[in-house]
């Protein structure tokens, strides 16, 4: 599975294919929250567009969340179409799996394989949007619609009610 700098090879790779290369920002500590990317890149923590994977029965489904507040569980289900039981936060083992990537560093993009995706409508708000590079160490700027773009999301209001 890519790691490290082969997760954030993948990322650049997914994004000049998908013609949006980035410069890639590379922090020599740990950014692997939303309060500690935003402290770093001195940007609301709101601007931070964590990566969070979710199971759903047999599949998972990506959910790129503002920074700024919590995932409401059964707003992704009832997109999903399913009982709100059935959708749970994936284990660090899963999330591997799925995207090739490390809890902390995943990326909207770089997986081995297409995952379905939310783009929090909250993330629209802020004209540049800071996003997960494939590791705990980078990030890359975005916007929520390229976002949208990039992984063939769907923009939804996820915040907790």
């Known amino acids: 599975m890519d790691t490290g700098t082969t997760g954030r090879d993948a ?3 997914a994004l000049e294919a998908a013609g949006a290369p980035r410069e890639i920002a590379v922090f020599t500590a740990p ?33 790129l969340a503002s920074g700024a507040h ?17 959708v749970k936060r994936a284990d ?24 379905p995706c939310v783009v929090d409508v909250a993330l629209a708000a802020y004209p ?13 700027p975005t916007t929520a619609d390229e976002l949208v773009a990039l992984t063939g999301g769907t923009l939804l209001e996820v915040a907790a009610r």
């Open 11 to 13: 990322v650049r790779r």
């Open 31 to 63: 950014v692997p929250s939303a309060a500690a990317a935003a402290e770093q890149l001195g940007c609301p923590v709101g601007a931070i567009a964590n990566s969070l994977v979710f199971t759903s029965g047999d599949g998972v489904v990506l959910v």
């Open 70 to 86: 919590r995932v409401d569980p059964r707003r992704i289900a009832d997109h999903l179409g399913v009982a709100k039981r059935r």
């Open 92 to 115: 660090p083992g899963t999330v591997l799996r799925a995207t090739g990537q490390h809890v902390g560093g995943v990326a909207p993009v770089g997986h081995p394989a297409p995952l």
């Open 128 to 140: 540049t949007v800071w996003a997960g590079a494939g590791d705990e160490h980078s990030m890359f």
